[in-house]
């Protein structure tokens, strides 16, 4: 048995668990440095996209369709491409080149950009399913208009948006994989599906190396996806426990 | 015909916007549109196979067979629990040394299959070309979407009314008839939205075509705008390649527009006749 | 009738990508002038194809080109989706270990550095510099095994690419062979300059084929001898790289 399991731990698989640990952490990276600012602007494009005055809405409207409606993949190489052409003329004077071109930059900045209209889309339709008659209810009581935004509208569009908005966290962890086939690669910095390919090219062996890779997007997926089912637990912790949805693992299919 | 035009333009404009005219229809350029041949195949072909594939999947999730199920549920949560860059390139690698491994098989002996070598002998190479990376790149995002359309499928099948099913059973249907005229007819409805949302995925990942060595739009924008210093080989021009991204994404936008057009088109088609309380439920 | 003719035309459009099957394949990246590279009517050309077109008229074989990226080129000759490599690959130990090389007809050629006219490289002690390569050459192992202390390496998909980022400033120093940066210096218009010293690393230029080809590596390389004998070799080199390494040895 432990001739088994030791012939186990110095099998190809798992030596190549050990070795994408440290690129695994950077897909890990991209994500976590987008997500938290993705959150606020993807806030400020809803609030925008529902306000009444036709100019707000209308460019909250086309941000949202020009990035929900092109591909990340060519967002990737557009971005790369534009902060180049102004790299001489604005970040070397500026002295912030070294910031503004480097990948661990430019790969959150452009997924902040595409992730925050997908999660503007949610919030949106959030927003206008909250419930009129608490809407109402807030006003009888003569809240302001600060006020019922802070004790009705948030609360409940965070609630209602929950399950989608765990659902574009998977989808952005994905993302992540598409960074360094865009971007320049420096040093040893290298992302899962760089470090799977680059496997490969030394002994063909794809069945392993893309599953191993496949296996860690699995499972930190799984995890964000148990991470998002405790905070919706306390989300909707005042709800009786009958109207409470439980977020299972019925992973959502729609984008 | 091109060159008429550029004499033309030359004679009623100037030189210069004939030298564009003849910079934009060069045989690069003219590859350049002509390889969105490739986008638009990979997207109707793989969407075709999304839907068979996504109705394969929902039939196995609802079978009453266990092992099917969980078969049906391991493909759905598997293709959705990893990107789907990975898939698109794994399975053609993967589904080229499978079939050389089966070749190898017949064709190879026993030395050369111990050998470790990979493929063991020559004859057991299979060649791939622009068609056959085409062909799995379909069945690769047919593969991937067909799980989303599963999920969608299986969702809109639970959705249609029973009272529906079994007004049909008391009118003698048989189970057969029930299946296909009432339960799948009556789902699409149920299920367009999410299909169409699956589309626009789609759509969006025919970008990665050039991840499979085809030449598609993606690969020529990226030689198109690269700098030039060599005159031989075309204008010399600096880093041109924003611009032509830039195209690429307005293409893409344009695109979705159309997509967004024809789904609204296909919904009114298929709710005619149909009263339904609430609108079909929307992404 | 307008069924029949769309599936038609989808058909027609689907394969009108598979010539008919030539004999030998060669892979090239064209995107290597003035090796290999496309040109305005969106072709493959360049010394390579030249060379390449000449040698398969010689050995008698029918040719076709198919264009690869660089990173998959090994790989994918391997895989056995072409048969020949013909992208400007020097000859490596390393590489020999994978695949095989048929004679060399480019000799080994040095690569330099180049930098930004503007730019003050001390190249004596080169330090905190941002040092650019494409990602899978003999410059990549060279800067990783040489300059990784104290600099960035950067490694590029596409030489393009790695001089896109050289002339916006984004890297300071790009190593790369000579024969492929004289006309990328010469049509910058002064603005990117050689630096340093040239370094030898690998060996010549030749062409890749999979271990165990013989029989087409000797009718290559017999193709090969007769264009160096007859002086097609040098016409093709001069005419490309203005002048003759071989001469000048």
Not at chain 1, 108 to 122: D, F, G, H, K, M
Not at chain 3, 216 to 244: H, P, Q, W, Y
Request: aromatic share 14%; with cysteine.
């Amino acid at each position: 048995m432990s001739e088994l399991f030791s012939a186990f731990l110095g099998s190809a698989f798992v030596n190549d668990i050990v070795i994408m640990a440290k690129p695994a952490l950077f897909n890990i990276y991209f994500a976590l440095a987008s997500l938290p600012l993705g959150f606020p602007i993807a806030v400020g494009l809803a609030l925008m996209k529902n306000s009444s005055s036709k100019i707000l809405s209308g460019i909250a409207r086309i941000y949202i369709y020009a990035f929900r409606g092109s591909p990340l993949f060519i967002q990737f190489f557009m971005f790369y491409s534009l902060l180049l052409a102004f790299n001489l003329s604005h970040w070397k004077p500026l002295g912030i080149d070294h910031i503004v071109m480097h990948p661990l930059f430019i790969g959150p900045l452009v997924l902040v950009l595409n992730t925050s209209a997908y999660v503007a889309e949610i919030f949106y339709g959030a927003l206008r399913a909250v419930p009129h008659t608490e809407l109402e209810a807030a006003k009888a009581m003569g809240m302001s208009r600060i006020q019922s935004f802070r004790s009705v509208v948030w609360p409940n569009m965070i609630r209602l948006a929950w399950p989608a908005y765990t659902n574009e966290m998977i989808f952005l962890f994905h993302a992540t994989a598409l960074v360094y086939f865009t971007l320049p690669v420096i040093n040893e910095q290298k992302d899962l599906m760089n470090k799977a390919g680059e496997l490969f090219e030394r002994d063909y062996n794809v069945f392993l190396h893309f599953s191993v890779a496949g296996l860690y997007f699995l499972v930190i997926s799984l995890f964000i996806f148990f991470l998002a089912g405790r905070v919706q637990k306390r989300l909707n912790r005042h709800l009786m426990p009958d109207v409470q949805e439980a977020l299972t693992l019925k992973p959502n299919y729609l984008r | 015909m091109l060159e008429t035009i550029s004499l033309w333009l030359a004679s009623t404009f100037s030189e210069d916007v004939a030298m564009w005219f003849d910079y934009f229809t060069n045989g690069k350029h003219l590859t350049w549109y002509a390889s969105v041949r490739f986008t638009l195949i990979a997207a109707i072909a793989g969407a075709a196979l999304a839907v068979l594939f996504g109705l394969i999947g929902a039939s196995a999730r609802r079978s009453v067979f266990p092992p099917f199920r969980w078969l049906g549920w391991g493909y759905i949560t598997i293709v959705r629990g990893v990107p789907d860059v990975l898939i698109i390139l794994f399975f053609p690698l993967a589904f080229e040394q499978a079939i050389e491994w089966i070749m190898a098989q017949r064709a190879c002996t026993a030395t050369e299959l111990a050998s470790g070598s990979w493929p063991p002998c020559a004859d057991a190479q299979w060649y791939l070309s622009t068609t056959e990376y085409l062909v799995m790149a379909c069945v690769s995002l047919g593969l991937v979407y067909g799980a989303f359309a599963a999920n969608v499928v299986h969702g809109a099948m639970e959705a249609v009314p029973k009272a529906q099913l079994e007004a049909a059973k008391a009118y003698g249907f048989t189970r057969r008839q029930i299946f296909w005229r009432f339960h799948i007819r009556q789902m699409w409805i149920y299920a367009l939205p999410g299909l169409s949302n699956a589309w626009m995925l789609l759509l969006k990942a025919t970008s990665f075509l050039s991840l499979l060595q085809i030449a598609d739009i993606v690969l020529w924008a990226e030689r198109l705008g690269a700098p030039n210093f060599f005159a031989r080989a075309g204008m010399v021009h600096p880093d041109w390649r924003w611009r032509y991204y830039f195209v690429l994404f307005l293409f893409y936008i344009l695109m979705t527009i159309l997509s967004e057009k024809f789904f609204a088109y296909l919904e009114s088609r298929a709710s005619r006749g149909m009263r339904l309380n609430t609108a079909p439920a929307s992404s | 009738m307008t069924k029949i003719h769309l599936s038609a035309a989808l058909a027609a459009a689907l394969f009108s990508t598979t010539a008919i099957a030539a004999d030998v394949r060669i892979a090239t990246e064209g995107a290597y002038a003035p090796w290999n590279f496309m040109d305005d009517s969106g072709k493959v050309a360049g010394f390579e194809i030249e060379l390449g077109n000449e040698l398969c008229k010689r050995a008698g074989v029918e040719c076709e080109w198919v264009v690869n990226e660089w990173d998959s080129i090994i790989p994918n000759l391997v895989a056995g989706n072409y048969d020949v490599i013909m992208a400007g690959m020097s000859v490596t130990d390393e590489r020999m270990e994978t695949i095989s090389f048929g004679d060399q007809y480019y000799p080994a050629d040095p690569s330099s550095f180049v930098a930004s006219a503007s730019a003050d490289i001390d190249m004596s002690n080169p330090t905190g510099l941002k040092i650019g390569a494409q990602g899978a050459t003999i410059q990549a192992a060279y800067l990783e095994a040489n300059l990784a202390e104290g600099n960035d390496i950067l490694s590029y998909e596409s030489p393009d690419q790695s001089v896109a980022d050289l002339a916006a400033g984004n890297i300071d120093i790009l190593l790369a062979d000579t024969s492929f940066l004289e006309p990328v210096v010469n049509g910058s218009g002064g603005a990117l300059v050689f630096v340093g010293d040239k370094v030898a690393i690998g060996g010549g230029v030749a062409a890749g084929f999979r271990q165990g080809e013989d029989e087409l590596v000797a009718k290559m390389n017999e193709a090969l001898e007769s264009v160096r004998a007859d002086g097609t070799l040098s016409k093709l080199l001069i005419e490309f790289f203005e002048k003759d390494p071989w001469a000048e040895q």
